[in-house]
């Protein structure tokens, strides 16, 4: 298994310009999630899917849109870039179900940087 | 608010002596808690939970972490820390029952020196 796979690693955007970043994952996990990752903040959810066809907002999710047509993959798609949106951004999955909570794994996150 | 608090940026420990991470709550209901670990340049792994059960929960690395409800506290330690135990240490908590959503605290920064 690869795990949770996240590309790009690293990505210089512009004020206002679009981009998509990838998630997937091999498990046949029913929950994906993305997090934004800030000095001094924590981890902070952005948006998280229980399964294809079904997304939910999390704790930030303005100015970010998500989609989940299969089970593997979940993308977050920045539509027009702020500053504010640079930090690093991770991917998690795992099975649905409480006690399936350790089954959750991170991905080795995306550092974004919007000038 | 639903939040989770770790008092301290940094905590520095001598290696072979215990350590304690430090973890308050503040929860609606009844508190999921978790505890994981970042190594640098990774992604998050899971070390512990607490979801009901015994105050004294046991996770990777020979980690353990206490729930005390009347402090609301889940601190994070381990009898013994290692120089590879260096790393940022987070404690999140569920806002649902269905843990899809985690609210996470800012995290400590465990050294341990040789």
């Known amino acids: 298994n690869a795990g949770v796979t996240q590309t790009p690693k690293f990505q210089v955007l512009k004020t206002g310009q679009s981009m998509t970043l990838q998630c997937a994952q091999d498990?046949?996990?029913?929950?994906m999630s993305w997090y934004r990752q800030d000095p001094g903040m924590g981890l902070r959810l952005i948006h998280y899917?229980?399964?294809?066809?079904?997304?939910d907002q999390g704790e930030v999710p303005n100015g970010y849109n998500v989609s989940r047509s299969t089970t593997e993959d979940f993308p977050l798609r920045l539509l027009s870039a702020a500053p504010s949106q640079t930090s690093v951004y991770f991917c998690?999955?795992?099975?649905?179900?409480?006690?399936?909570?350790?089954?959750?794994?991170f991905g080795p996150g995306t550092r974004l940087t919007v000038l | 608010a639903q939040s989770v608090a770790q008092p301290e940026d940094q905590v520095n420990v001598a290696e072979g002596n215990p350590l304690t991470v430090k973890c308050t709550y503040s929860?609606?209901?009844?508190?999921?808690l978790f505890w994981y670990v970042q190594y640098p340049n990774r992604g998050l792994q899971f070390l512990l939970k607490?979801?009901?059960?015994?105050?004294l929960v046991k996770g990777s690395y020979g980690f353990e972490a206490e729930f005390n409800k009347s402090q609301t506290s889940f601190h994070l330690k381990k009898p013994s820390a290692l120089v590879s135990d260096s790393a940022l240490y987070f404690c999140?908590?569920?806002?649902?029952?269905?843990?899809?959503?985690?609210?996470f605290g800012t995290g400590t920064r465990l050294l341990v020196s040789p």
């Open positions: 998690a999955s795992r099975l649905q179900g409480a006690e399936r909570t350790d089954t959750q794994y």
């Open positions: 498990m046949n996990h029913e929950y």
């Open positions: 899917s229980v399964g294809a066809g079904i997304t």
């Open positions: 929860v609606s209901g009844n508190p999921y």
């Open positions: 607490y979801i009901t059960g015994d105050n």
């Open positions: 999140a908590a569920a806002l649902n029952t269905g843990f899809q959503k985690l609210v």
